[in-house]
Structures are given as C-alpha cells and as structure tokens.
Nanobody
Framework: QVRLEESGGGLVQPGGSLRLSCAAS????????MAWYRQAPGKQRDLVAT???????NVADSVKDRFTISRDNANNTVYLQMNSLKPEDTAVYYC????????????????WGQGTQVTVSS
C-alpha cells in the first residue's frame, strides 16, 4: 500500500506564510503527478497546484504569485509554499499523488492524504 502524510498546517495571520509538506511512503515504483487541493467549509474541493514528475508546475489563478509547488523525487515529497496568506485561503489542504506501485507497473493508482488544516485569521 501507499500512504501520504501531510504536515505544516496551522494558524497564521493574514500576510503570513506557511509551508506544507506531503511525504509518500510504501510500495512505490514511481510517482507521476502530485498535487495540492483544498476544501473550505461548505464548498467543493478545488485544485490549487500540480507538478509533474519532471517538475512542470501549474498553479491556480486564485493563488498565482503567492503559492509555489515543488517536489523532491528522491524523497517522494511534495511541498506547497504559501506566502501573503489571506483569510480566503482558509481550508483543509489535501495532498494527491498518482502512483505506480512496485506490485503492478501497468496501473496508476490515486492516493490522497488525510488533510491538514490551514487557518488564516487575525
């Protein structure tokens, strides 16, 4: 099996910064795309940023110029650097990974982290 473990969430004042981390572990052959999603109370889960295995990144317009996604392939980890945080960034942030497991190189499985709360408030 594969597990995604997130860390780095918390309470921050408007204008502050946080860095989220998500480490994948388990029977991993290769990780293709990794991403961050977020879900605010009463709203749908939205895509925040994606990054390919080669480092090609895309960030949602709503957070462009404030959020940066990166990854460390050697450690199966993806990061989300969040700067100039706003109250509307308050949400549970979820990590996503598209994984080829060592047990089946012909099939890509999708995994999610358990979510980490980010609260932006004064």
């Amino acid at each position: 099996q594969v597990r995604l473990e997130e860390s780095g969430g918390g309470l921050v004042q408007p204008g502050g910064s946080l860095r989220l981390s998500c480490a994948a572990s388990g029977s991993i052959g290769r990780i293709n795309a990794m991403a961050w999603y977020r879900q605010a109370p009463g709203k749908q889960r939205d895509l925040v940023a994606t990054i390919s295995s080669t480092g090609a990144a895309n960030v949602a317009d709503s957070v462009k110029d404030r959020f940066t996604i990166s990854r460390d392939n050697a450690n199966n980890t993806v990061y989300l650097q969040m700067n100039s945080l706003k109250p509307e960034d308050t949400a549970v942030y979820y990590c996503y990974a598209a994984v080829i497991r060592r047990s089946d190189w012909n099939y890509e499985s999708i995994y999610w982290g358990q979510g980490t709360q980010v609260t932006v408030s004064s």
